[in-house]
């Protein structure tokens, strides 16, 4: 899954061609987007590919590369040239962290989830990684994320199992509404057509152990699937840059989940709601107004809004004055639900965010430096 943005480093046009390929080597850099650099940016991204190429003797069309960081800047090749040989030497199967750590750029932390699951009395295990922290939109974000299976699918349910997945997870988030040129997902398994784990065709072998269609086997593999995304969005989210809360916007009862998802992500994009929940203040008024700016269908007059399971509007007004201590209780808290009920619709959609504070201008105001 790439970014939507019409303008797209390199590293995303290059791999999205290669994304159709069987893929036999990941190459990440950080610090550096590789974007807007024109004919150089792909002859930069080429030569990292053809380093990629010769370190582990595959065809560069088996490479996926993706950058991250500072775009408008000429990548420095030779930089990456010189880490090869220290990074084919640390090349591990327990090296997860130390990847994630390595491709965060104004990340506060590495985003790291594994998770195990039994198909067909077999053992097999679920990796995610991911960075993200500011300019988060869907289509996706500033965001790169590279979820791994051992467990052999057919690929066209992979495919259709990592959408659903990336759409419920990562086209979820937002923190601040801008969507990235370098936004990428990736989703890595074995082909079950050609390869099980004594390099036997699967389908002649008598011996598979994967998925190969859509049952419940399927079902929980995606429930797994979608847990890793899932937990790798929250971490984006709430590590917003600046941010200090976790914020979830939950739409329900719409007339469509379109609807919901337009509603949902107004509010979680306004400014004005993500400051008042950064200053602690019940400003419900702020989220009446991002409801209405959308061109969703909604009754005006029929709208309930909760916040932590606290009532605070009833049909679009306010049940009364919650008292000074009640309100401080429910915006002190670290993580924010707001809950809107539109009672007008079988539907529902949910967005992770986070609040706005100064420190996201001193952020970017900086990130150059």
Same mark, same amino acid.
């Given at each position: ?13 290059? &791999?999205?061609?290669? !994304? ?22 792909? $002859? ?10 010769? #370190?582990? =003797? ?20 030779? $930089? ?20 994630a750590r390595a491709i965060m ?15 067909? =009395?077999?053992?097999? /295990? ?35 199992l990592f959408k659903e997945c ?5 086209? &979820? ?25 004594? =390099?036997? %065709? ?21 429930? &797994? ?10 971490? +984006? ?7 200090? $809360? ?11 989940? &379109? ?11 306004? %400014?004005?709601? $993500?400051?008042? +929940? #950064? ?10 107004? #991002? ?8 009754? %005006? ?20 004055? +919650? ?10 808290? *670290? ?14 959609? *949910? ?6 504070? /100064?420190?996201?201008? =001193?952020?970017? #105001? !900086?990130?150059?430096?």
């Amino acid at each position: 899954m790439f970014t939507k943005n019409k303008i797209k480093a390199a590293p995303v046009i290059l &791999s999205k061609k290669n !994304s159709k390929n069987i893929i036999r080597a990941l190459i990440v850099n950080s610090g550096n987007a590789n974007a807007c650099n024109g004919t150089d940016g792909i $002859k930069d991204a080429k030569k990292v590919m053809s380093l990629v190429s010769e #370190a582990l =003797n595959i065809n560069e069309d088996n490479i996926l590369i993706c950058s991250t960081g500072v775009i408008g800047e000429r990548l420095d090749t030779s $930089k990456i040239e010189n880490s090869l040989p220290e990074l084919m030497k640390s090349l591990s199967e327990d090296g997860a962290e130390q990847v994630a750590r390595a491709i965060m750029t104004t990340d506060t932390f590495p985003k790291v989830v594994a998770k195990n699951i039994t198909i067909n =009395n077999k053992n097999y /295990h679920i990796l995610g990684m991911a960075k993200g922290s500011g300019m988060i939109m869907p289509n996706m974000a500033t965001m790169l994320a590279f979820i791994m299976t051992d467990l052999p699918l057919l690929t066209n349910l992979g495919d259709a199992l990592f959408k659903e997945c990336v759409k419920y997870s990562f086209n &979820s988030i937002t923190v601040d509404g801008d969507t990235s040129t370098n936004d990428t997902a990736f989703f890595l398994y074995p082909d079950a057509d050609t390869y099980i784990g004594d =390099n036997e %065709p699967a389908h002649e072998s008598g011996i598979f152990k994967g998925i190969l269609e859509k049952d419940i086997n399927y079902d929980i593999v995606k429930y &797994s699937v979608n847990e890793v995304c899932f937990s790798l969005a929250k971490m +984006i989210a709430e590590d917003g840059e600046g941010a200090t $809360k976790s914020v979830t916007v939950e739409i329900v009862n719409a007339y469509s989940e &379109s609807s919901a998802k337009k509603i949902a992500f107004s509010v979680a994009n306004s %400014p004005l709601v $993500k400051t008042a +929940i #950064a200053g602690e203040d019940l400003n419900w008024g702020r989220i009446m107004m #991002a409801i209405g700016k959308t061109d969703a269908r909604i009754k %005006p007059n029929y709208i309930d809004i909760y916040i932590n399971n606290f009532k605070i509007v009833e049909n679009s007004k306010s049940l009364g004055f +919650i008292g000074a201590e009640n309100e401080k209780k429910i915006m002190s808290q *670290k993580e924010i639900n707001i809950k809107i009920d539109l009672k007008c619709g079988p539907s529902f959609f *949910k967005v992770l965010t986070c609040d706005f504070t /100064h420190e996201y201008i =001193n952020i970017n #105001a !900086s990130y150059r430096s």
